[in-house]
């Protein structure tokens, strides 16, 4: 069976789309996941890949990260009695006052009038300590992992 040229072209990139896309869903509460580091997983400059993840998906890989960060944040702010603050770090932000003002521009609420009005429509919040174990946020400082094995034989 052959196809055409231009079919396959196209089929090529958008499986490069698609490759940086799962890279996206998979590293999303990475804080230092940027445009650069998504764009080289498609092979792609990223002014390029702006342009086909937006033709592909119809929306930029800002606001389709954005989304799922958010989209996360409200499972925890529902279930998880962890502080805005430890929710915004957990899911990739870096500043509260960015999270919280993208969280109400997505939701129409502010994150905690978001939990106000949803918390208790469930289950009992889990813990927050077994929260931040289950997300990875227990990490350990740079080094401290040799300093806790200097005494030990090798």
């Not at 009005?117 to 997300?135: D, E, F, Q, S, T």
């Not at 946020?137 to 005494?151: M, T």
């Amino acid at each position: 069976m052959s196809y055409p040229r231009v079919t396959i072209g196209r089929m090529d990139r958008m499986r490069q789309v698609r490759l940086a896309k799962d890279a996206m869903d998979r590293d999303w509460a990475d804080p230092g996941l940027d445009l650069d580091t998504v764009a080289a997983h498609a092979g792609y400059s990223r002014y390029h890949f702006i342009r086909a993840f937006k033709e592909a998906y119809g929306e930029t890989p800002g606001q389709y990260l954005t989304h799922r960060r958010i989209e996360r944040a409200e499972d925890l702010l529902r279930t998880a009695n962890l502080s805005v603050t430890e929710i915004c770090h957990l899911v990739g932000f870096s500043s509260v006052g960015t999270f919280s003002a993208r969280f109400k521009s997505w939701t129409g609420l502010t994150p905690s009038e978001y939990r106000t009005k949803h918390v208790g429509r469930g289950a009992a919040l889990i813990p927050g300590c077994y929260a931040m174990l289950w997300a990875g946020g227990f990490r350990s400082a740079p080094g401290a992992e040799e300093k806790r094995n200097s005494g030990e034989a090798h």
